[in-house]
C-alpha cells in the first residue's frame, strides 16, 4: 500500500449508502470440528453465548465486575479479543463472529479465568448494535472484514454511513473506534465515509500512525497473511457531540 491516503480528514459531506439489510458475510460453516471443538461447543459456548436484550446495559452481561465493555465484530479465530481481555482486566469484551469455525478456534483458547469477561455472539454483529443503549460502549473493533471487492457487493460492506449512526448512538464520548485492513479499496471507502461523519475525529498526524500497528493492538493471525496488500490501522475518535 502507497502512502496515497490523506493524514487529515477532509471536510465533505458523503450521501447515504444503499439500503443494505442483507446478511454483510459469507458461508457460517467450515471444516468439520475436532471432538473437542464439538465438546466446546456444547459444553462452554452455551455458558458464554451473548443473550441480547434490547436496552439492556453491557456490562450486566458479564459475571464479573467490568468498568468498560468494549466489541468486536468478525473476531476470526478470536486472538486480538482474547488478546484485549487478557490484558484489561476490568474490560468485557464482546465478539461478533458468523463463521462457526471462528467462535470453536476461540473457544479451544480459552482459560477458565477468561470465562467471566467474554461474550459471543454467533450471528450478525449490527443486532448487537442495535440492542445496545445509548453511549454504553468504550471501544469498537473492526479488523480485516471482508472487503467485498465486487462493485455489485460495496453494499455489503460493514462500514455505512447508517452503521456508523448505530455506533455513534452506542459508543461513549471519546471512545476508539479502530478499522483495520490490507485491502487498499476498503481503506479508502472507511476513510471517505468516516472522514465524512461528524461523530468521529481521525487521530492520524502522519502516515505512520495508520502504516504501523499500535502497541497496545494485539495482532491476528490473518494480518500476518496481509493477503491484499500491507495493512492499514485506522484510529476514529467519537467526539463528545455530533459536530464538536
Not at 458475510?25 to 443473550?51: I, N
Not at 481481555?85 to 477468561?114: M, P
Not at 445496545?132 to 454511513?161: C, E, I, N, T, Y
Request: charged share 25%.
Amino acid at each position: 500500500m502507497g502512502t496515497g491516503f490523506p493524514t487529515k480528514c477532509a471536510t465533505n459531506t458523503l450521501p447515504e449508502d444503499p439500503a443494505h439489510k442483507q446478511k454483510l458475510y459469507g458461508r457460517r460453516k467450515g471444516p468439520k470440528p475436532s471432538a473437542r471443538q464439538v465438546f466446546l461447543r456444547d459444553t462452554l459456548l452455551p455458558t458464554l453465548a451473548l443473550k441480547l436484550e434490547a436496552g439492556r446495559d453491557p456490562r450486566t452481561y458479564f459475571p464479573a465486575a467490568v468498568d468498560d465493555v468494549w466489541l468486536e465484530i468478525g473476531f476470526g479465530a478470536g486472538e486480538h479479543l482474547l488478546a484485549q481481555t487478557r490484558a484489561h482486566g476490568t474490560v468485557g469484551l464482546i465478539g461478533a463472529e458468523a463463521y462457526q469455525t471462528g467462535t470453536d478456534k476461540l473457544l479451544s483458547k480459552l482459560e477458565d479465568n477468561d470465562h467471566a469477561r467474554i461474550r459471543l455472539f454467533e450471528g450478525d454483529g449490527r443486532d448487537i448494535i442495535k440492542a445496545l443503549p445509548d453511549a454504553s460502549l468504550g471501544r469498537f473493533f473492526l479488523l480485516f472484514p471482508d472487503p467485498w471487492p465486487k462493485v455489485r457487493h460495496h453494499k455489503r460492506r460493514f462500514v455505512q454511513m447508517d452503521i456508523l449512526d448505530e455506533l455513534a448512538r452506542v459508543l461513549k464520548p471519546g471512545a476508539e473506534l479502530r478499522v483495520a485492513s490490507d485491502d487498499a479499496g476498503y481503506v479508502a471507502w472507511s476513510l471517505e465515509r468516516l472522514c465524512a461523519h461528524p461523530a468521529y475525529r481521525w487521530t492520524a498526524t502522519g502516515p505512520q500512525d495508520w502504516k504501523t500497528r499500535p502497541a497496545d493492538w494485539p495482532p491476528t493471525r490473518y494480518e500476518q497473511k496481509a493477503l491484499h496488500g500491507p495493512p492499514a490501522f485506522l484510529r476514529f475518535v467519537k467526539t463528545a457531540k455530533i459536530g464538536s
